[in-house]
Nanobody
Framework: QVQPVESGGGSVQAGGSLRLSCALS????????RGWYRQAPGKKREGIANLENDGRTTYADSVKGRFTISQDNVKNTLYLQMNSLKPDDTAMYYC?????????????????WGQGTQVIVSS
């Protein structure tokens, strides 16, 4: 089954930076959006950043101005540059491709969720 592979997570102190990578597989040619999501302990998974085919980006208010989504089309890899990290950013991070953007989430996803990559931000 189509499944992305996330990497780049780790443990950092507040104010630090991380760059997440996502190896996309399959369906990218038919997708309209590519997105990053996160799920904190005890909370629902939420979409936090999207990149549409025309280059438009959308971000959740909680990460706007600190996170940047981008893609390397040659490598078919999605990135999330995370700066000025806060303890509230602690979560498992996932990526996916999909068909429609709803708010800050890329929905009607293709394939299964990947394993995710853990980000821990300490104060």
């Amino acid at each position: 089954q189509v499944q992305p592979v996330e990497s780049g997570g780790g443990s950092v102190q507040a104010g630090g930076s991380l760059r997440l990578s996502c190896a996309l597989s399959g369906y990218t040619a038919n997708s309209y959006c590519r997105g990053w999501y996160r799920q904190a302990p005890g909370k629902k998974r939420e979409g936090i950043a999207n990149l549409e085919n025309d280059g438009r980006t959308t971000y959740a208010d909680s990460v706007k101005g600190r996170f940047t989504i981008s893609q390397d089309n040659v490598k078919n890899t999605l990135y999330l540059q995370m700066n000025s990290l806060k303890p509230d950013d602690t979560a498992m991070y996932y990526c996916a491709t999909g068909r429609v953007v709803v708010g800050s989430s890329c929905e009607m996803r293709f394939g299964a969720w990947g394993q995710g990559t853990q980000v821990i931000v300490s104060s």
